[in-house]
């Protein structure tokens, strides 16, 4: 393919066959750029793999105003696409025997320990009994800690306005005010469980308790861990809590749909006024991170290949399999449907399909999507990555019409 504007770019690998058709990837193109011009969003960066043929386009603008057209080195503020990369930071600690699937979290995180449990979610806050037992990494990496957002349920209940008040569940684009983990997890020590450790499914504080734990463990910041065991192995150089000084000019504005105009405002500005222009005090495991399509492309193309990156082992089979296997009971994941469907369920870190539709395309995929307008799935079946930034924020937990058409054009370019 050509390198013209907006630019599907050449394969890395030239193979004796195509893994795309031509005429799909048009389709997928155009799909793309109607999305672009229908005003729903500026800009968009998208990137397909198969088989080592590597596509990556950008469409649009930067910003409204279309006054920056959008870049293949754009850097994108990828929210919950940060669950699978600290799913594999602590796997990584299980791996070396510092940390055990199995085992209670309380040594590393005492303020966690002796939990009470609320006796009825919408009852008051010293209205509990007892934890039936400790949690465990394994409760933290499928979510089943026991406290989390309520979505829609009980939007005046006790336990959820003191999380609120406390900023324990984070909210954007304010991440600056959130305090520093030692004081994050004294707060969260005061306040009790919602559900039984191991009972439900509950998005998604416990990576934010994740990342705490990672960086306790290895001694250093949850930042460095990552630098130091996955971004430099895997060369993503763009990937941090913060974007630094000199890469600014490369943040968008992130937007939000306005209900009243119909149009988008700014949610959080680009350049220097970021709240991503500066580091934070909390760096948060469950959706803290930016990135860019070629950086994120890497990390799952590690993860295709069983760990595997250009002959290092970050991870071992094992572990990638258990990461994105299904790891939860139907009555685990009661209650989410907005979230899953009928047709996926939750791994370590992030979704995987369990049952083949339309929506989901093949059994054994795994991914997730991000809230402020990211999107990347893996299909082991089909040797497949996918990956699509925007900077839209998405409207609710099911994913929107530029995430679908995206899904359905990559599996249509087969």
């Keep these: ?39 729903r969003l500026p800009g968009l960066v998208a990137a397909v793999s198969r088989h080592g043929e590597l596509h990556v386009e950008a469409f649009g603008t930067q910003d409204v105003e279309g006054t920056r057209p ?26 070396e025997g510092e940390l055990e699937l199995d085992d209670a979290v309380d040594p590393w995180l005492p303020e966690l320990a002796n939990r009470r449990v609320l006796s009825w979610l919408d009852g008051p806050l010293d209205d509990t009994v007892p934890a039936k037992r400790a949690i465990t990494l394994r409760d933290l990496l499928t979510l089943r800690m026991g406290l989390g ?13 003191v999380l609120n008040e406390q900023r324990l569940l984070m909210g954007f684009p304010e991440p600056q005010l959130v305090p520093a983990p030692d004081e994050w997890m004294r707060r969260l020590g005061e306040v009790p469980l919602m559900r039984q450790p191991g009972e439900a499914w509950m998005y998604d504080l416990a990576f934010d308790v994740l990342g705490v734990l990672i960086a306790r463990v290895s001694g ?6 990552l630098r130091k065991r996955i971004f430099e192995p895997l060369g993503m150089k763009d990937t941090a809590f913060h974007v630094q000084q000199e890469k600014l000019n490369r943040l968008p504005p992130a937007y939000a749909g306005d209900e009243e105009s119909g149009g988008l405002r700014v949610f959080d500005p680009g350049n220097g006024e970021s709240q991503w222009a500066t580091a934070p005090a909390f760096e948060s495991g469950r959706g803290g991170l930016v990135s860019t399509a070629d950086d994120y492309h890497a990390f ?10 250009a002959g290092m082992q970050l991870l071992t089979p094992k572990s990638v399999a258990l990461m994105t296997s299904d ?4 009555r685990q994941r009661e209650g989410n449907e907005m979230f899953f469907g009928d047709h996926s369920s939750w791994g370590l870190g992030m979704g995987v ?59 249509g370019a087969l």
């Design 353 to 411: 399909v369990i049952k083949k539709t339309s929506e989901s395309k093949s059994v054994g995929r795994f991914g997730w999507a991000g809230g402020l307008g990211t999107t990347a799935c893996t299909d082991p079946a089909n040797g497949l990555i996918g990956i699509l930034f925007t900077q839209r924020l998405m409207d609710s937990p099911e994913p929107p019409a530029v995430f679908r058409d995206f899904e359905d054009g990559v599996y």
């Design 149 to 161: 957002h309520l979505m829609d349920a009980c939007p005046e209940c006790s336990i959820l306005k």
């Design 220 to 225: 250093m910041s949850f930042e460095a861990f």
């Design 1 to 39: 393919m050509k390198d013209a504007p907006p630019s599907l770019l050449e394969p890395r690998e030239k193979r004796s066959s195509p893994t795309f058709t031509e005429a799909g990837l048009n389709r997928l193109r155009a799909s793309m750029q109607a999305q672009v011009e229908s005003g």
């Design 300 to 309: 799952c193309q590690m993860l295709l290949h069983r760990g595997n990156h």
């Design 327 to 330: 790891q939860l009971t139907p």
């Design 70 to 95: 959008m870049q293949r080195d754009t850097i994108f503020r990828i929210a919950s696409l940060t669950k699978p990369i600290a799913a594999t930071a602590a796997m990584m600690l299980v791996e």
